[in-house]
């Protein structure tokens, strides 16, 4: 049989959860009583190499117990009994969201389009600013159930009028007046508990024609090396290279996060061999073996199936899954973070790196894998019921390329702190008008029958 972890292994008198076994079976008849019972499912949780059919016991909003047949030993004021097929996992972890609902134009409410899909806990990718964060605080995280921690922007403003990089001249680096690296070390040095690092958007159309993203990426490195956090870069149709003394992912950290690794337009991660065939970037190639992270980030414009293709035959799958959801991104074609693992699963990413992507990797990439990302005896109660469903769907890419998806993740089940949550649900799923084809015109990596992808979408509009 498997070999079952220590994690489960009764050492002498003593199991999982501390309790000590005691040697009269007399005298274990008496149950302790918890919250809450999740039985039956199937447990994976890769920060403890777990994949196995166990049940988990929460008591006073923390993980308690993780073993067989625990209806045994406890008695349980809520039980869900979750069929074997059904996956139970931490509490999911979306590494890039934009949350800051109804005051930035790309704000989404977090309880909804998050915790409602079984992610509890995200982290705002520099929707706020040194100017702009204190709101943030005041207003968005009381409001929502949904753990929520924060990248600060390099730009004083963050994104409080600044859209999508891709659509028309305009963004938050065209003043370098407002690109403040004190006063983002000062209010990301007051604001320990929340932000976590710095974000910095590289595009040539949102930093006056590219002249100021290398003053800008020079700033938020320098920021996040003061404050001992990680930086991460957004880097699409930019004038920055990738390699190089001064490069973007060249001169990123190990721990520093590259978001929307799968993007199609130019500085995406791919070369083209003599062959015509793709490969890694050997910048970024040699960026993730030192440590950068290299988030998938989906969003509107960043994700695309034949990069994503060229880069999985290559054996380079992202370290973290991660959604960039915000207004042009939960109606399709990310919708959510599981819709978004379930595009890994059908590139051939395996289910528990899928996982770990969204758990594990992603709290260890926030510098929280002692407190979640786990199911750890004494964690925090964050827990994810996810279905496996057998469908047979086309699902786009941001450019409405399509793929044949055969399963589907979906969240059934959530609980934060071991409390539950109401789960939502994407409508319409899939969305036909969901993606940009017209961007095909203009991306550097494209399916070759492009051109009728783009022809039949004019016909269908029509």
């Given at each position: 049989g498997v070999q079952m972890p220590f994690f489960f292994r009764q050492e002498g008198n003593s199991c999982c959860c501390g309790r000590k076994m005691d040697s009269n079976p007399a005298k274990q008849t008496k149950k302790e009583a918890v919250d809450l019972l999740i039985t039956g499912g199937t447990v994976i949780d890769p920060a403890n190499q777990i994949h196995a059919q166990l049940d988990v016991a929460v008591r006073h909003g923390r993980i308690v117990a993780v073993d067989r047949n625990l209806s045994e030993s406890f008695t349980a004021t809520e039980t869900f009994a979750a069929q074997p097929d059904q996956l139970v996992v931490p509490g999911l972890v979306d590494v890039h969201v934009h949350v800051y609902d109804a005051f930035t134009p790309l704000g989404v409410e977090a309880d909804h389009y998050c915790l409602g899909r079984g992610v509890t806990t995200v982290l705002d990718a520099g929707s706020a600013g040194s100017a702009t964060f204190a709101g943030l605080r005041k207003y968005i995280l009381p409001a929502n159930r949904t753990r929520i921690y924060a990248l600060l922007n390099i730009a004083a403003e963050g994104l409080a009028w600044a859209g999508m990089s891709g659509c028309g001249a305009g963004g938050e680096l065209d003043s370098l007046n407002q690109v403040k690296e004190d006063d983002c070390v000062k209010v990301i040095e007051a604001n320990r508990d929340i932000i976590l690092g710095?974000?910095?958007?590289?595009?040539?159309?949102?930093?006056?024609?590219?002249?100021?993203?290398?003053?800008?990426?020079?700033?938020?490195?320098?920021?996040?090396?003061?404050?001992?956090?990680?930086?991460?870069?957004?880097?699409?149709?930019?004038?920055?290279?990738?390699?190089?003394?001064?490069?973007?992912?060249?001169?990123?950290?190990?721990?520093?996060?590259?978001?929307?690794?799968?993007?199609?337009?130019?500085?995406?991660?791919?070369?083209?061999?003599?062959?015509?065939?793709?490969?890694?970037?050997?910048?970024?190639?040699?960026?993730?073996?030192?440590?950068?992270?290299?988030?998938?980030?989906?969003?509107?414009?960043?994700?695309?199936?034949?990069?994503?293709?060229?880069?999985?035959?290559?054996?380079?799958?992202?370290?973290?899954?991660?959604?960039?959801?915000?207004?042009?991104?939960?109606?399709?074609?990310?919708?959510?973070?599981?819709?978004?693992?379930?595009?890994?699963?059908?590139?051939?990413?395996?289910?528990?790196?899928?996982?770990?992507?969204?758990?594990?990797?992603?709290?260890?990439?926030?510098?929280?894998?002692?407190?979640?990302?786990?199911?750890?005896?004494?964690?925090?109660?964050?827990?994810?019921?996810?279905?496996?469903?057998?469908?047979?769907?086309?699902?786009?890419?941001?450019?409405?390329?399509?793929?044949?998806?055969?399963?589907?993740?979906?969240?059934?089940?959530?609980?934060?702190?071991?409390?539950?949550?109401?789960?939502?649900?994407?409508?319409?799923?899939?969305?036909?008008?969901?993606?940009?084809?017209?961007?095909?015109?203009?991306?550097?990596?494209?399916?070759?029958?492009?051109?009728?992808?783009?022809e039949m979408e004019a016909q269908r509009e029509k």
């Amino acid at each position: 049989g498997v070999q079952m972890p220590f994690f489960f292994r009764q050492e002498g008198n003593s199991c999982c959860c501390g309790r000590k076994m005691d040697s009269n079976p007399a005298k274990q008849t008496k149950k302790e009583a918890v919250d809450l019972l999740i039985t039956g499912g199937t447990v994976i949780d890769p920060a403890n190499q777990i994949h196995a059919q166990l049940d988990v016991a929460v008591r006073h909003g923390r993980i308690v117990a993780v073993d067989r047949n625990l209806s045994e030993s406890f008695t349980a004021t809520e039980t869900f009994a979750a069929q074997p097929d059904q996956l139970v996992v931490p509490g999911l972890v979306d590494v890039h969201v934009h949350v800051y609902d109804a005051f930035t134009p790309l704000g989404v409410e977090a309880d909804h389009y998050c915790l409602g899909r079984g992610v509890t806990t995200v982290l705002d990718a520099g929707s706020a600013g040194s100017a702009t964060f204190a709101g943030l605080r005041k207003y968005i995280l009381p409001a929502n159930r949904t753990r929520i921690y924060a990248l600060l922007n390099i730009a004083a403003e963050g994104l409080a009028w600044a859209g999508m990089s891709g659509c028309g001249a305009g963004g938050e680096l065209d003043s370098l007046n407002q690109v403040k690296e004190d006063d983002c070390v000062k209010v990301i040095e007051a604001n320990r508990d929340i932000i976590l690092g710095v974000k910095v958007r590289l595009a040539k159309n949102i930093s006056n024609g590219g002249a100021h993203e290398q003053p800008a990426y020079q700033r938020a490195l320098s920021a996040a090396r003061r404050t001992g956090t990680f930086l991460m870069t957004h880097h699409t149709q930019s004038s920055i290279p990738k390699g190089g003394h001064q490069g973007c992912p060249s001169a990123l950290a190990a721990g520093d996060l590259y978001t929307h690794t799968f993007h199609a337009w130019e500085s995406h991660i791919l070369k083209t061999l003599p062959s015509g065939e793709y490969d890694i970037d050997d910048a970024c190639s040699a960026a993730q073996k030192r440590g950068v992270l290299f988030d998938v980030g989906h969003g509107a414009g960043a994700f695309s199936w034949p990069v994503a293709e060229a880069c999985i035959k290559r054996g380079f799958y992202p370290d973290t899954i991660s959604t960039d959801l915000h207004t042009a991104t939960y109606h399709g074609p990310a919708y959510d973070l599981p819709t978004v693992m379930s595009k890994f699963l059908a590139l051939g990413m395996p289910l528990d790196n899928v996982v770990a992507a969204c758990t594990s990797t992603a709290a260890k990439a926030l510098g929280k894998a002692q407190e979640h990302g786990s199911l750890r005896v004494g964690c925090a109660a964050d827990i994810t019921v996810l279905n496996v469903d057998a469908v047979d769907l086309d699902l786009e890419d941001v450019h409405r390329q399509r793929r044949k998806i055969k399963q589907l993740l979906r969240a059934v089940a959530v609980w934060k702190d071991g409390v539950a949550a109401p789960i939502t649900r994407p409508d319409p799923f899939p969305n036909p008008n969901s993606g940009n084809p017209n961007d095909l015109r203009s991306v550097e990596v494209r399916d070759p029958n492009w051109q009728q992808v783009l022809e039949m979408e004019a016909q269908r509009e029509k």
